[in-house]
């Protein structure tokens, strides 16, 4: 019997398209046994707790079977291939020693049996098994097929198993959980509202008209509508508009006035087409002549002809999408990926959580959750957000799940928990203006992580004694173009004046890996391996030097600047920018404004930058370990891939390692050094961080008061035999472990059970 590939695959889609969890099941069992020919098809499915196999679906066995049927790790045929994780095919089921009749299965009658463990990511699933009448093994092939089979299945399959919905719906359950990855901590309640993806020119895809008057009515009124962005966008900013954008300005004003683009655009227009696909048609072409031309200049307009023609496409959409004001109510986000531009759009007190789809706990979606204090949940599957629109949803970012529709009684106990965290949160504020030291006297400045300007006063109400990292790219997300310089002075003015004296280091550019610009496309096969942070930056000088300058002009007043590069992976990276700075430094003073050479810091990411320390040290002024990209680097793991991010963790012995020695190697060229990132705000980790002798952490201002809590409740000299401990351990689950007892300890509210 011959199993094309061709079978194996529309079986794995069709099971994979099934959204309701016994159907699935049933499809598994049911089409396995029409294909192989079999009288049974079993599935059992290890129960949450991981101890003992639970009958789930079956077709040949009795129904009433399922959900009742148990074995444990190690029972029968089936516990033992749960206990082997090895395959097991016989001719005789019954009279081998490990089998155990289960009456309720009715499976007397059927003697050979050929079983396969379900693994996905290490972790097993369940069992899938087959069995029949005939006193004979399956054959090779057979066998072959169900392995191949069982590896497909065994994802589709992961989050179901341990969602446990499949046991709900077997005692009817009114509500379900949907497990994920947590990405924030916290939980929210809230009406569900789905963030519809943006549309690139891309992806746009062949379309038609019944009226071709109203589509061209519409692509003019989109192109005045750009017209009009560009007009606002080029006289607000007047004088201070640099040379080379103000051309720019005028160079897409030319362009929207094309004579080749209008005409092109309403002549396929009339013959048929819809005004977006016209659109991409004509944009394409447009392009396409610019980028055979031998003229460098000419060549570089296909870049801003398509900048132009995503604009107008825009507009296209804003007409075409029906728009529809959100509840004035608590709201969680719902979609594939919430990019910053999203979270800007809605008011931050009326974000109450995060669902994606898509992302992992430390995509920058995470991290900026994290940062504003609002629960996330990554990693979402098998529920299509769509059709739960408006639906009641609670996040529980604690526990990484959420739950759709839930019943009365579990949102007034969510609604508990969350009113005895505010109460928590609150009471911290006697702390506010207290310091971050241990029992026994050891000093930790904390400060904070920011970007968002709206997040400026939460890091100051909640006693940041200074920033330690300002993403300046998150003002470059949310822009629909690069922000020109004197639209970043005025930004980073306020953040400074608002932390004066406080020190602020401001990091440059950093995109690339999963912070992407909308308005840029920096498509790469492996993005964090590629063209990001300083990389970027120094290949495109004149976006650097813009944000140097602006960032110089913005410490005039205040004198609390500090630059931050990010990515350093060379020597001559951080000396061509130093180079870059005192120049600006130089230009700005003949100018006639008054600036510094400010403190210039470098991250240490790449862990090629560690091993240079010794010989950097002489062109930099501070370090900034940046916790969550060295993790990712030291251990090879992509922290956005699902397949391998539960790898990633940075309490991982040779992280641990890395961390004391560039400690060590700081204090000994006289380098201040800090930590940023999420360790940061991890207890097991801060105090690792604290008997190491790491006296400057920066985190999220929304884990401050309770990071400061933990080190005020704890002496530094009863950390170190743990940490002596930790420097034996072969595994970070052992070393998380070995704090928690610790942890539990101290003072802080109960996590929900």
């Known amino acids: 019997m011959q199993y094309p590939l061709t079978t194996l695959i529309t079986l794995v889609e069709q099971i994979a398209r099934t959204q309701d969890p016994e159907a699935m099941m049933d499809a598994i069992v049911g089409r396995l046994s029409d294909l192989m020919r079999v009288e049974v098809c079993s599935l059992y499915l290890c129960n949450p707790e991981q101890d003992s196999l639970v009958l789930a679906a079956t077709r040949g066995l009795a129904p009433e079977a399922v959900g009742t049927a148990r074995l444990s790790i190690n029972e029968g045929l089936v516990g033992h291939i749960a206990a082997s994780l090895n395959t097991l095919n016989l001719g005789d089921a019954p009279a081998d020693d490990r089998f155990v009749y289960i009456p309720e299965t009715h499976e007397q009658p059927y003697h050979r049996f050929l079983g396969v463990p379900l693994i996905h990511l290490r972790k097993l699933i369940g069992v899938l098994v087959v069995q029949g009448t005939q006193q004979v093994p399956f054959c090779q092939e057979e066998e072959a097929f169900l392995m191949t089979v069982a590896s497909q299945l065994a994802g589709t399959l992961h989050h179901l198993q341990r969602s446990g919905s499949w046991m709900q719906s ?137 900048n132009i023609g995503q604009r107008i496409l825009n507009q296209l959409l804003v007409h075409d999408r029906q728009v529809i004001e959100a509840p004035d109510e608590p709201l969680i986000l719902g979609g594939e990926q919430i990019s910053i531009a999203d979270l800007a759009e809605f008011p931050l007190k009326r974000i109450h959580g995060i669902l994606c789809t898509g992302g992992s706990a430390l995509s920058h979606t995470a991290i900026v959750a994290n940062a504003l204090g609002i629960p996330a949940i990554m990693g979402l599957e098998h529920v ?16 990484g799940e959420c739950i759709i529709n839930p019943p009365s009684p579990l949102l007034d106990e969510y609604r508990r928990i969350i009113d005895e965290e505010r109460r928590f949160m609150q009471d911290l504020d006697r702390l506010k203006n207290e310091p971050a030291q241990t029992l026994d006297g050891f000093r930790v400045t904390l400060l904070t992580n920011t970007g968002l300007l709206a997040d400026a006063t939460p890091g100051l109400e909640r006693g940041a004694e200074g920033v330690g990292l300002y993403r300046s790219e998150i003002p470059f997300m949310i822009h629909d173009s690069f922000p020109t310089e004197q639209e970043q002075y005025l930004l980073y003015r306020k953040v400074l004046e608002a932390y004066a004296p406080r020190p602020v280091s401001m990091r440059t550019l950093d995109i690339g890996g999963d912070k992407q610009l909308p308005y840029f496309d920096m498509t790469e096969e492996n993005p964090y391996l590629g063209w990001r942070g300083i990389r970027f930056t120094l290949d495109n000088t004149q976006l650097l030097v813009a944000q140097v300058r602006a960032m110089l002009r913005a410490d005039v007043e205040h004198g609390n600047l500090k630059m931050l590069v990010p990515m350093v992976s060379r020597i001559d990276e951080i000396v061509t920018f130093r180079r870059y700075v005192e120049k600006s430094v130089e230009a700005l003073n003949r100018e006639g ?16 930058a560690m ?34 991010s539960e790898l990633f963790d940075h309490l991982h012995p040779a992280v641990m390692l890395a961390l004391e020695q560039i400690l060590n190697q700081c204090k000994a060229l006289s380098l201040p050094v800090s930590l940023c990132g999420e360790m940061a705000s991890d207890p097991a980790a801060v105090l690792i961080m604290i008997a190491l002798g790491y006296d400057c952490l920066s985190l999220s201002a929304y884990n401050i008061p309770r990071v400061k809590l933990l080190i005020r409740s704890v002496s530094r000299q009863q950390l ?30 109960k996590k929900p059970s």
């Open 170 to 306: 077997t005692d009817n359950s009114p509500f379900i959980r949907h497990k994920g990855i947590r990405g924030a901590k916290g939980v929210g309640c809230g009406r569900l509202w789905i963030i519809d993806p943006h549309m690139t020119l891309d992806q746009v895809k062949p379309g038609f008209n019944s009226d071709p008057i109203q589509e061209k009515g519409d692509f003019s009124e989109a192109l005045t509508a750009v017209s009009e962005e560009l007009e606002t966008g080029s006289g607000k900013l007047g004088h201070h508009l640099p040379a080379d954008v103000s051309a720019l300005f005028s160079v897409y004003q030319m362009m929207l006035q094309s004579p080749e683009m209008i005409t092109g655009v309403n002549k396929l227009i009339i013959m048929g087409d819809s005004a977006t696909w016209a659109l991409k048609q004509t944009i394409e072409q447009m392009a396409e002549s610019f980028e055979q031309s031998n003229d460098p200049y000419l060549k570089a307009r296909s870049e801003d002809i398509r």
């Open 384 to 399: 299509d957000l769509d059709n739960h629109r408006g639906d009641k949803v609670i996040v529980d970012g604690n526990r």
């Open 593 to 608: 404004t008054p600036v510094r050479m400010p403190e210039i810091g470098m991250m240490v990411e790449v862990p090629s």
């Open 611 to 644: 091993l240079l320390l010794p010989k950097l040290a002489r062109y930099i002024d501070f370090v900034s370990i940046g916790s969550n990209d060295l993790t990712q680097y030291l251990l090879a793991v992509d922290r956005n891939n699902p397949r391998v």
């Open 720 to 749: 170190l035999p743990l940490l002596a401990q930790a420097r034996e351990m072969e595994h970070e689950a052992e070393i998380r472990a070995l704090f928690e007892p610790l942890i539990e300890s101290l003072a802080g509210p």
